[in-house]
């Protein structure tokens, strides 16, 4: 094996089927998202260059702007509400007994593996404002006064579609963060322990820093989902009532399928491209490794 594998040709043979599928499934469709960018077309009829007019465009309108700042929003509430209170909740179940541990997290795993649309539908029926369960359950607290129409009102509807995305993905980020924490050595807890350690004091010197690297792929993870949300927001409101939950996602779909203006909808794409780039970078920024000081 160490024969075959130390010829690069052999390796470059092995990695080519793989290199393939990555430059055709994904390289070439950003660098043609780039280039569809600069042409007006509907995607069908006769292609006109178009430069950067659909960039000016963009940057002109207020619903792209506004569009945008609702899914930062979604990506800073996915990173505080998922990714660091699903933190928080693994090193809490960790100190939990292992019956009641395996309770929870059985728990956990229940809404991930129900379908987004499904979970979608389930909200709906929860925020109805005539007879969902979230409005009734405010008549019998008699609290009657905090009824609204909850995907309606512009206080209210970004919020509750961030909750949703977050009931459903946020077991799983306490899952992989749980394995992480219960794959450090006991070996470490017991030097600790002796030494005289505290709980927080095990928790910021050794599980943390063991940890680092799974919390910072759930921030990547849950970050980079809450910025591309799309399915709820198209199964609950379309964007709707008019643009109060209109995401970049749902008018890259809205202009490229219901507007028929597949430029401008790639315009939109690259510059999502470039903001998740940016995001990934100051996310390695905050990661980037450091030596522990004890």
């Given at each position: 094996?160490?024969?075959?594998?130390?010829?690069?040709?052999?390796?470059?043979?092995?990695?080519?089927?793989?290199?393939?599928?990555?430059?055709?499934?994904?390289?070439?469709?950003?660098?043609?998202?780039?280039?569809?960018?600069?042409?007006?077309?509907?995607?069908?009829?006769?292609?006109?260059?178009?430069?950067?007019?659909?960039?000016?465009?963009?940057?002109?309108?207020?619903?792209?702007?506004?569009?945008?700042?609702?899914?930062?929003?979604?990506?800073?509430?996915?990173?505080?509400?998922?990714?660091?209170?699903?933190?928080?909740?693994?090193?809490?179940?960790?100190?939990?007994?292992?019956?009641?541990?395996?309770?929870?997290?059985?728990?956990?795993?229940?809404?991930?593996?129900?379908?987004?649309?499904?979970?979608?539908?389930?909200?709906?029926?929860?925020?109805?404002?005539?007879?969902?369960?979230?409005?009734?359950?405010?008549?019998?607290?008699?609290?009657?006064?905090?009824?609204?129409?909850?995907?309606?009102?512009?206080?209210?509807?970004?919020?509750?579609?961030?909750?949703?995305?977050?009931?459903?993905?946020?077991?799983?980020?306490?899952?992989?963060?749980?394995?992480?924490?219960?794959?450090?050595?006991?070996?470490?807890?017991?030097?600790?322990?002796?030494?005289?350690?505290?709980?927080?004091?095990?928790?910021?010197?050794?599980?943390?820093?063991?940890?680092?690297?799974?919390?910072?792929?759930?921030?990547?993870?849950?970050?980079?989902?809450?910025?591309?949300?799309?399915?709820?927001?198209?199964?609950?409101?379309?964007?709707?009532?008019?643009?109060?939950?209109?995401?970049?996602?749902?008018?890259?779909?809205?202009?490229?399928?219901?507007?028929?203006?597949l430029g401008l909808s790639c315009?939109?794409?690259?510059?999502?491209?470039?903001?998740?780039?940016?995001?990934?970078?100051?996310?390695?920024?905050?990661?980037?490794?450091?030596?522990?000081?004890?």
């Amino acid at each position: 094996m160490k024969r075959v594998l130390g010829r690069k040709r052999n390796i470059i043979l092995f990695c080519a089927p793989a290199g393939i599928l990555f430059l055709s499934l994904v390289i070439y469709p950003i660098f043609n998202i780039f280039y569809l960018a600069l042409q007006k077309t509907d995607g069908i009829s006769f292609r006109e260059f178009a430069g950067l007019n659909n960039f000016r465009q963009l940057f002109e309108e207020n619903y792209f702007i506004n569009a945008n700042w609702k899914s930062l929003g979604l990506a800073l509430f996915a990173t505080v509400g998922i990714a660091l209170l699903g933190t928080v909740i693994a090193f809490l179940t960790c100190g939990l007994k292992t019956r009641v541990q395996r309770f929870y997290k059985t728990s956990y795993l229940i809404p991930f593996v129900l379908s987004i649309s499904v979970i979608s539908q389930l909200w709906l029926s929860i925020y109805h404002s005539e007879w969902g369960v979230l409005n009734k359950l405010l008549d019998f607290l008699h609290l009657s006064s905090w009824k609204t129409s909850w995907l309606s009102n512009q206080h209210t509807a970004m919020i509750c579609v961030a909750i949703v995305g977050m009931w459903w993905v946020l077991g799983m980020t306490i899952l992989l963060v749980y394995t992480g924490i219960m794959a450090v050595p006991v070996s470490y807890y017991e030097a600790a322990k002796i030494d005289g350690a505290n709980y927080w004091q095990v928790s910021r010197f050794i599980t943390y820093p063991l940890c680092r690297n799974i919390i910072k792929t759930c921030i990547i993870i849950n970050t980079i989902g809450g910025f591309y949300t799309f399915p709820q927001v198209y199964v609950m409101t379309k964007g709707g009532p008019g643009d109060l939950t209109m995401t970049v996602m749902m008018l890259i779909y809205r202009e490229a399928f219901s507007n028929s203006r597949l430029g401008l909808s790639c315009a939109i794409a690259a510059v999502t491209i470039v903001e998740s780039i940016g995001i990934l970078a100051v996310i390695h920024l905050l990661f980037r490794d450091q030596d522990v000081e004890y």
